[in-house]
């Protein structure tokens, strides 16, 4: 039986469409029939790159859920909405790929959580960078046991995209409102899954200095002076339930980087550098591992080999049509996302250790 093309309804125009829409464009098993944003010119420039009539474009995400012309939805919409639209869509039976962070508050997504176990409802939660080869293969050479007990996690994750101007359609992510937070919720939720992902390491406490060097921006409309209400930074000290130390250094203010991400993992037999570069997001991997390199310090760069590349929209797809490789983040995931930022907030505003060993 031949398989069949899985349309997908896209809601929302912004940076990350041209990224999900190229994933899908590349994929045999799917298709976007469907485009929505209350925007409506760049509603006709993404309807003439996906090749779709103006028919099937909305300014109102209910519509287009309801239009006949969609199997299942990509949410790709300021955090704030995220929850309401993957509800609705769950009242019609489509599965629903989302941006992280899930929601704005822990109970919301517990909510969305308990409707999607309760439904069955097929998804993914969009943590871009489980896809990334480099990612995919450290953790696989974690899983060998190549390096041994880890001992180190050290986490860096820099842009100065906060030092950019900035135009309305992304002026959301300094209201708090929102957007939840700012770089807890944008950049920290990236690197706290993608260091359980690579390394298996589970939380048991953290302790977090969160606060933004820009206090207050001009409206991209009004022009006028607005406080901004989300961090610009974030610094948090991690301690693992295996013993295992860590450090997350995350900043939107730092000149000279675009999105650059380094994940350092130090064991008892050698260390793997995870690193992603600022110009083409070209992930590497470097490694230390066993007698004698550990003795002469030296790091190789390794080839990746290409069963471990991936498109994350293709990931989607096959949770769809169940074969996925079971490596995709889903709600289950993100709710445990969403309770660590949330625990991240709050010893930053305790100023001091808080456990999250219950996660």
Same mark, same amino acid.
């Given at each position: 039986m031949?398989?069949k ?5 896209v *809601? ?8 999900h829409?190229?994933?899908i464009?590349?994929?045999p ?7 929505? #944003?209350?925007n ?11 090749g ?7 300014t109102?995400y209910i519509?287009?859920l ?5 199997d ?11 929850v309401?639209i993957?509800?609705e869509a ?5 599965? =629903? ?8 508050n822990?109970e919301?997504v ?6 999607v176990e309760e ?5 993914i ?7 990334k ?8 050479i974690?899983e060998n046991? #190549? *390096?041994?007990?880890?001992?180190h996690?050290?986490?860096e994750?820099?842009? #100065?995209y906060?030092? $950019?101007p900035?135009?309305?359609p992304? =002026? ?10 700012g770089v ?10 993608l260091v359980? =992902?690579?390394t298996?390491?589970?939380y ?9 060097i820009?206090?207050? $921006?001009?409206?991209p409309e009004?022009?006028?002076? $607005?406080?901004v ?9 991690a301690?693992?339930?295996s013993g295992?130390?860590?450090?997350f ?19 008892s037999k050698g260390? *793997? ?8 997001l070209e992930?590497t991997?470097?490694v230390?591992i066993g007698s004698p ?5 030296n ?9 471990f ?10 949770i ?9 983040a ?10 660590? *930022?949330? $625990?991240?907030y709050e ?13």
């Amino acid at each position: 039986m031949e398989k069949k093309v899985i349309r997908i309804g896209v *809601i929302g125009t912004g940076l990350i469409f041209n990224r999900h829409f190229a994933g899908i464009k590349n994929s045999p098993d799917a298709e976007v029939t469907a485009i929505c #944003d209350n925007n409506v010119k760049a509603l006709e420039e993404k309807a003439a790159l996906a090749g779709i009539p103006m028919s099937q474009t909305f300014t109102n995400y209910i519509d287009l859920l309801d239009c006949g012309y969609i199997d299942a939805v990509l949410i790709a919409t300021p955090n704030s909405t995220h929850v309401e639209i993957a509800l609705e869509a769950i009242k019609r039976g489509l599965p =629903f790929a989302m941006e992280k962070p899930v929601g704005m508050n822990v109970e919301e997504v517990q909510k969305l959580y308990d409707v999607v176990e309760e439904k069955k409802i097929k998804n993914i939660v969009l943590f871009f960078y489980r896809s990334k080869a480099s990612a995919r293969y450290a953790r696989k050479i974690i899983e060998n046991g #190549d *390096i041994g007990e880890i001992h180190h996690v050290y986490t860096e994750y820099y842009q #100065d995209y906060n030092l $950019r101007p900035f135009s309305l359609p992304t =002026f959301w992510r300094f209201d708090k409102k929102i957007a939840g937070g700012g770089v807890v919720y944008d950049l920290s939720s990236h690197m706290f899954d993608l260091v359980t =992902f690579i390394t298996g390491l589970e939380y048991e406490k953290v302790c977090a200095v969160n606060n933004n060097i820009i206090k207050m $921006r001009p409206d991209p409309e009004t022009k006028q002076m $607005r406080e901004v209400t989300t961090e610009d930074y974030s610094h948090v000290l991690a301690q693992f339930k295996s013993g295992a130390s860590g450090a997350f250094l995350v900043s939107k203010c730092c000149m000279g980087r675009k999105n650059y991400q380094r994940i350092q993992i130090y064991g008892s037999k050698g260390v *793997i550098i995870y690193s992603l570069t600022d110009q083409n997001l070209e992930d590497t991997i470097e490694v230390c591992i066993g007698s004698p390199y550990t003795e002469s310090y030296n790091y190789t760069k390794l080839n990746i080999p290409a069963e471990f590349k991936n498109e994350q929209m293709q990931s989607f797809f096959d949770i769809m049509n169940d074969c996925s490789d079971g490596l995709a983040a889903t709600l289950v995931d993100g709710l445990k996302s969403q309770k660590l *930022i949330e $625990r991240v907030y709050e010893s930053a505003e305790k100023m001091q250790w808080v456990d999250v060993s219950d996660i």
